[in-house]
């Protein structure tokens, strides 16, 4: 699996945003960083909370500067239907269809032939800077990932569960 | 019912091909039926009682698991009927559906997921009394013809083809209820197999009634 210090692998994949459907490439983001999260399927009954979870944080990244992706193996038809069913997303849904993605960054669960429920936050030059792989029955906290990404962006040393508006660590630390 | 049948009918006419005496022949009937009606009654008591409390054990645990966490048993089902040909979009939906009813879930999880079903659960008791006067009932059919005559080979006779005629007999209801065209082709099949089983316990009684002379 990918940690803090790995490069995420190129990928093009179709997706799905706003009931539309496009292409999207990493290296076509043009935002300082990006959420790339994982998960195992559409039509799922775990899923859907995290789906939505980052729908309505959507805005709170884009306001970081952060793209949100969400990927899992079903192909773009099952994300339209999916994203239609959950009342709309807002960001992209990419098909990695094989899970040809899930692979390269090492989250492909081999038994259940699925994705794992993983996320990476990365910069500008692809470099990971926060990895997380969730249990099956663990949802994700969209709100300590928002808390990551701030806290990164800060650009200081944040103590543990710092959150905006808390002191930072003393300036004359290396880290 | 088969079963009364075919082992009063087997021991008659073994018996009939080892002792002249027709009232030994009956007794011998007669004790083999009771004997028959006890372990065939106490053996389905004994069986359903045995899998009514395993299956009671499953149901248990399983709707233990549902009710922790009922999320595992969605999925379970959700993969279950995609595995039976529903798109997963159209099994999510039926999922969705079943959920608004917790009972109905658990009830349809237990039965395609973990092959369970609480009408599964027998009575023991009734299938011990079902099965011993089944047993009985059949037991009668080759019985009352060798009562009813006094000399061994007529009665004998008697007894195998009124034990020939319910045997067809069942074989063709059997048809019918299989809904089969030719349904003396199941009576005939039914008489021929159970037939010549009795066919069999005629000559092996033959073949050891001179150990009986033997051993007098």
Same mark, same amino acid.
């Given at each position: 699996?990918?940690?803090?210090?790995?490069?995420?692998?190129? *990928?093009?994949?179709?997706?799905?945003?706003?009931?539309?459907?496009?292409?999207?490439?990493?290296?076509?983001?043009?935002?300082?960083?990006?959420?790339?999260? *994982?998960?195992?399927?559409?039509?799922?009954?775990?899923?859907?909370?995290?789906?939505?979870?980052?729908? !309505?944080?959507?805005?709170?990244?884009?306001?970081?500067?952060?793209?949100?992706?969400?990927?899992?193996?079903?192909?773009?038809?099952?994300?339209?239907?999916?994203?239609?069913?959950?009342?709309?997303?807002?960001?992209?849904?990419?098909?990695?269809?094989?899970?040809?993605?899930?692979?390269?960054?090492?989250?492909?669960?081999? !038994?259940?032939?699925?994705?794992?429920?993983?996320?990476?936050?990365?910069?500008?030059?692809?470099?990971?800077?926060?990895?997380?792989?969730?249990?099956?029955?663990?949802?994700?906290?969209?709100?300590?990932?928002?808390?990551?990404?701030?806290?990164?962006?800060?650009?200081?040393?944040?103590?543990?569960?710092?959150?905006?508006?808390?002191? *930072?660590?003393?300036?004359?630390?290396?880290? | 019912?088969?079963?009364?049948?075919?082992?009063?009918?087997?021991?008659?006419?073994?018996?009939?091909?080892?002792?002249?005496?027709?009232?030994?022949?009956?007794?011998?009937?007669?004790?083999?039926?009771?004997?028959?009606?006890?372990?065939?009654?106490?053996?389905?008591?004994?069986?359903?009682?045995?899998?009514?409390?395993?299956?009671?054990?499953?149901?248990?645990?399983?709707?233990?698991?549902?009710?922790?966490?009922?999320?595992?048993?969605?999925?379970?089902?959700?993969?279950?009927?995609?595995?039976?040909?529903?798109?997963?979009?159209?099994?999510?939906?039926?999922?969705?559906?079943?959920?608004?009813?917790?009972?109905?879930?658990?009830?349809?999880?237990?039965?395609?997921?973990?092959?369970?079903?609480?009408?599964?659960?027998?009575?023991?008791?009734?299938?011990?009394?079902?099965?011993?006067?089944?047993?009985?009932?059949?037991?009668?059919?080759?019985?009352?013809?060798?009562?009813?005559?006094?000399?061994?080979?007529?009665?004998?006779?008697?007894?195998?083809?009124?034990?020939?005629?319910?045997?067809?007999?069942?074989?063709?209801?059997?048809?019918?209820?299989?809904?089969?065209?030719?349904?003396?082709?199941?009576?005939?099949?039914?008489?021929?197999?159970?037939?010549?089983?009795?066919?069999?316990?005629?000559?092996?009684?033959?073949?050891?009634?001179?150990?009986?002379?033997?051993?007098?």
């Amino acid at each position: 699996m990918l940690k803090p210090g790995d490069i995420v692998p190129s *990928f093009d994949l179709p997706a799905v945003e706003n009931g539309r459907e496009r292409r999207i490439s990493i290296g076509g983001l043009d935002s300082e960083l990006g959420i790339l999260f *994982f998960y195992p399927r559409d039509f799922s009954f775990i899923c859907p909370t995290e789906v939505t979870g980052f729908n !309505k944080a959507v805005a709170s990244f884009a306001a970081e500067n952060t793209a949100v992706l969400g990927a899992s193996i079903d192909d773009i038809d099952s994300h339209r239907r999916w994203a239609r069913e959950l009342g709309g997303i807002a960001y992209p849904l990419l098909a990695d269809e094989g899970g040809k993605l899930a692979h390269a960054c090492g989250v492909f669960d081999d !038994k259940e032939r699925t994705a794992m429920r993983a996320t990476f936050v990365f910069d500008r030059k692809r470099i990971v800077i926060f990895s997380q792989a969730c249990p099956i029955n663990v949802g994700r906290s969209i709100t300590e990932i928002l808390r990551v990404v701030r806290a990164y962006r800060s650009g200081r040393l944040c103590p543990a569960d710092w959150n905006p508006g808390d002191q *930072f660590g003393p300036i004359d630390r290396k880290y | 019912m088969q079963d009364g049948v075919l082992t009063t009918a087997g021991v008659l006419a073994g018996l009939s091909g080892a002792v002249s005496d027709h009232s030994q022949v009956l007794l011998a009937a007669l004790a083999s039926t009771a004997a028959g009606a006890l372990s065939m009654g106490a053996g389905a008591y004994l069986g359903t009682r045995a899998e009514t409390e395993v299956l009671r054990g499953e149901l248990e645990r399983t709707r233990r698991e549902i009710e922790r966490a009922p999320y595992v048993a969605q999925e379970a089902l959700l993969d279950q009927l995609e595995k039976e040909g529903l798109s997963r979009e159209a099994g999510f939906r039926v999922v969705r559906l079943l959920s608004s009813s917790p009972q109905t879930l658990m009830t349809t999880a237990e039965e395609k997921v973990f092959g369970l079903a609480g009408g599964m659960l027998g009575n023991a008791a009734l299938d011990g009394l079902v099965m011993g006067v089944a047993f009985v009932g059949g037991a009668l059919i080759p019985l009352v013809p060798y009562l009813l005559i006094a000399r061994t080979r007529p009665a004998l006779l008697a007894a195998l083809a009124t034990t020939a005629i319910a045997l067809f007999g069942v074989g063709y209801f059997e048809g019918w209820l299989a809904r089969r065209a030719a349904r003396w082709r199941s009576g005939l099949r039914f008489l021929a197999i159970a037939m010549g089983a009795a066919v069999a316990g005629y000559l092996i009684g033959l073949a050891i009634s001179p150990l009986g002379a033997t051993a007098g």
